[in-house]
């Protein structure tokens, strides 16, 4: 699909545009069709072919004009235009969070800044202080957008990286000649960010396999291309690596390439202890092969469990293991709803029903309906009235539906006083209520915390949404002393949420394990704004595994009545 990147055209349009200071109408209808391209679910490709784009809500003549233009001749005369007289560099200064086009432009004014290392002298020298508008604090956010900018080149979500990797397994599957494939290396520890793609098959023709890799659909750059290893770039940006072993070496190779590597020195010493080594070709005895087939038998011969790639971190994984007390990590299976969904009652795509649907084809019993409250006003967000109807509308709903059960929700917004935007009376009716922070991300840290508390002790409160508000590529978390909101919710009994979107990931591994161990449950939610983002509780699933987290520790996995009990334990 061209979605994607005609998307960037337009974004890119819209930037130039404003950095010339042009007029805001124009440049808001390019950033209005790039919203609208990229969050299509359908391919523009093939609506163009059926005169359809003018049909897209949001896209008029002109910008359909130039969408037939692009498809058909591969450029945009607009973009070319627009690009002719601004570098590359000043294109890639905009993209660092913090940095829009109205603040690149100032510093171009006014320090002849046009890129990225200038900019960085700059603020070493101390030249930005007392230009205009430019605050303490908002030097200080450039300083680190800039930081956020430069590990995100380097590391992209797991969410960008997990459909380019089931697309290439699917493809590799077609070779009759590649016996097993599966993605290895940081992705299948479901790490929240991937620096690489690790892929590994098995099967007698190396080169072959090799050859269907580098040339499969979707590869825009091929680094490397041998018998046994293949190297590309796809059209996502990320970097795939594809090894080919030996079948009998499969599962000690998926050992080795999945790592850790801190994983993998902690298992080497303790097979050297044990007068046995391991490589990437088996488990040894001298020169004997005693195991390697089989990715467990490593860890048979060394006299533990064979320990889930989520857990091999070297954070107590492996003695765990020896003693037999591996925690029984949450699987995708045992999930029984959705607790976090927006529908078109605000900014979401489906009706309720769609999403019903989808629910119960992903085999849900139930799914939250949490769309935003009236403070939200860019997201539609319901008013008191609203909500009434659409409580009405969920039972006339669940009417219909055998065995699932829509769930009354909202996701209400934590104003910045820390009150909730629907009053206690209101929120008493609701099955579920998702609390979050959509404004005010720049108070101090301990009125955040404050605001945050006085919202778990609300008592119809029951999940905490997105805990940080950090965007992995674009933004960090506000300022919240995240230790203190868990003791907050253990004394209450409110959830903490693991938001699944893919940007998101919220909270993450590490405070998911904070919180059980302080006996804190976690909702893992998708926040799904649209049907196709509801496959990302996989991307939620496996951070909570990271974070160890048992079936038990996870509120959606209860039954209907568990997650009802749950809620209704804390109003009481
Ligand atoms: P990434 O790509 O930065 O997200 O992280 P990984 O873990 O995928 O790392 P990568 O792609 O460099 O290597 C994949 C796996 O291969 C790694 O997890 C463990 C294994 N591996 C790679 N190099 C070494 C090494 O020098 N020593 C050991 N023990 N293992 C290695
Ligand atoms: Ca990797
Ligand atoms: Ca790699
Ligand atoms: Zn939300």
């Given at each position: 699909?061209?979605n ?5 055209l ?10 010339k ?10 950033r209005?069709?790039?919203r609208v ?8 490709e093939?609506?163009s072919?059926?005169g359809?784009?003018t049909?897209?809500?949001?896209i ?7 969408i ?17 007289d601004?570098?590359e560099?000043?294109l890639?200064?905009?993209k ?9 432009a100032?510093?171009h004014k006014?320090?002849g ?9 700059a603020?070493q020298?101390?030249?930005?202080k ?18 956020l ?7 992209i979500?797991i ?12 493809a ?10 599966q993605?290895?290396?940081?992705l ?5 960010t991937v620096?690489?793609?690790?892929i ?20 825009t750059?091929v ?10 770039r ?22 080795y ?24 070709y088996?488990i ?7 195991g390697?087939n ?10 533990m469990?064979?320990?889930?790639p989520e857990?091999?971190e ?5 003695e765990?293991?020896?003693?037999g ?16 969904n ?22 849900y ?9 009236q ?17 009405d ?20 917004d ?5 009150s ?16 979050s ?5 720049k ?41 203190k ?5 253990a ?10 979107y ?6 993450d ?6 919180a059980?161990e302080?006996g ?8 799904a704004?649209?049907?196709?983002q ?7 699933v ?22 009802k ?7 009481n």
């Amino acid at each position: 699909m061209k979605n994607h990147e005609i998307a960037t055209l337009f974004e890119r349009i819209a930037d130039v545009l404003e950095l010339k200071g042009e007029n805001t109408f124009r440049i808001n209808s390019y950033r209005k069709a790039a919203r609208v391209i990229g969050d299509l679910t359908e391919d523009v490709e093939a609506l163009s072919k059926l005169g359809k784009l003018t049909d897209i809500p949001g896209i008029g003549e002109g910008t359909a004009e130039k969408i037939v233009e692009y498809i058909t001749t591969g450029r945009m005369a607009k973009y070319d235009e627009v690009m002719k007289d601004v570098s590359e560099e000043t294109l890639i200064l905009m993209k660092v969070p913090g940095l829009g086009p109205k603040t690149v432009a100032t510093l171009h004014k006014e320090l002849g800044i046009t890129g990225l290392s200038d900019l960085e002298k700059a603020l070493q020298e101390g030249k930005l202080k007392g230009l205009f508008g430019m605050g303490e604090k908002k030097i200080e956010n450039i300083t680190k957008g800039i930081a956020l900018f430069k590990t995100s080149l380097q590391r992209i979500s797991i969410g960008m990286a997990y459909p380019v990797v089931k697309r290439i397994i699917a493809a590799l599957k077609h070779n009759p000649l590649c016996k097993e494939v599966q993605a290895a290396g940081s992705l299948r520890r479901m790490k929240e960010t991937v620096g690489d793609v690790d892929i590994l098959a098995s099967g007698e023709n190396g080169a072959d396999i090799v050859k269907s890799f580098v040339t499969m659909r979707g590869v825009t750059q091929v680094l490397a291309s041998g018998d046994t290893k293949g190297s590309v770039r796809v059209e996502e940006g990320v970097q795939v690596d594809l090894r080919v072993v030996r079948e009998d070496e499969f599962g000690a190779a998926l050992q080795y390439f999945t790592g850790s590597k801190e994983h993998n020195v902690h298992l080497r010493e303790i097979a050297k202890k044990q007068g046995l080594k391991i490589n990437e070709y088996g488990i040894f005895k001298g020169d004997e092969k005693i195991g390697g087939n089989r990715e467990e038998d490593i860890y048979q011969a060394l006299g533990m469990d064979w320990i889930p790639p989520e857990l091999r971190e070297n954070r107590g994984e492996i003695e765990a293991a020896r003693q037999g007390k591996l925690p029984n990590i949450v699987r995708l299976s045992d999930i029984r709803g959705d607790l976090h969904n927006h529908s078109d009652w605000s900014d979401g795509a489906p009706t309720m029903e769609e999403m019903a649907e989808y629910a119960m084809k992903m085999s849900y019993r139930y799914l939250v309906v949490s769309d935003h409250s009236q403070s939200l006003h860019i997201a539609h967000g319901l008013n008191n009235e609203e909500l009434l109807e659409q409580m009405d509308e969920i039972d006339r709903l669940n009417g219909k539906f055998k065995g699932f059960t829509l769930l009354k929700s909202s996701e209400v917004d934590i104003k910045p006083d820390g009150s909730l935007d629907f009053p206690d009376k209101l929120l008493e009716r609701l099955d579920v209520v998702v609390a979050s922070i959509h404004s005010g991300f720049k108070q101090e840290r301990e009125k955040i915390t404050e605001r945050i508390i006085a919202a778990i002790h609300n008592p119809y409160v029951n999940v905490i949404g997105h805990p940080t508000g950090r965007l992995i590529s674009r933004r960090e978390g506000y300022d919240v002393d995240l230790d203190k909101v868990i003791d907050a919710c253990a004394a209450t009994g409110t959830a903490l949420e693991v938001n699944c979107y893919y940007d998101r990931l919220d909270i993450d591994d590490v405070n998911c394990r904070k919180a059980k161990e302080r006996g804190v449950k976690i909702a893992i939610s998708t926040d799904a704004h649209h049907l196709d983002q509801m496959w990302m509780m996989e991307l939620g699933v496996g951070i909570a595994c990271r974070g160890w987290l048992e079936a038990k520790d996870v509120i959606n996995t209860f039954s209907l009545e568990g997650l009802k009990a749950f809620c209704k334990k804390k109003r009481n």
